[in-house]
Nanobody, 123 residues
Framework: QVQLVESGGGLVQPGGSLRLSCTAS????????MAWYRQAPGQERELVAL????????DYADSVTGRFTISRDIPKNTVYLQMNSLNVEGTAVYFC????????????????WGQGTQVTVSS
């Protein structure tokens, strides 16, 4: 049974920082792509950052490039999202996602989601 457990959300002032963590179990971590999505009230879920676990290559949404950093710790089966210079547009529920195994075609890959962690940026 695959589980993704997120932590690290909370309330932060504009300009502040938070680090989110997502620990995966029940899957072969290096065979998956890991990502962070977010969903603000009344809006669709959007991709924030993506990491190809085996290679370590990353990609970001334009809105967070230069402020957010995604990384992974393979022995800990954990992916992180370091968020700096947060603004009010960063207020959302952040979800961890695992997609894979990567040697499957995209159509055959499984998608797993964490329960989400709330990030609120407010003064």
């Amino acid at each position: 049974q695959v589980q993704l457990v997120e932590s690290g959300g909370g309330l932060v002032q504009p300009g502040g920082s938070l680090r989110l963590s997502c620990t995966a179990s029940g899957l072969n971590f290096v065979q998956y792509n890991m990502a962070w999505y977010r969903q603000a009230p009344g809006q669709e879920r959007e991709l924030v950052a993506l990491i190809f676990v085996a290679a370590g290559s990353v990609d970001y949404a334009d809105s967070v490039t230069g402020r957010f950093t995604i990384s992974r710790d393979i022995p800990k089966n954990t992916v992180y999202l370091q968020m700096n210079s947060l603004n009010v547009e960063g207020t959302a529920v952040y979800f961890c996602n695992a997609a894979g195994p990567v040697f499957y075609s995209v159509a055959r890959r499984s998608n797993y989601w964490g329960q989400g962690t709330q990030v609120t940026v407010s003064s």
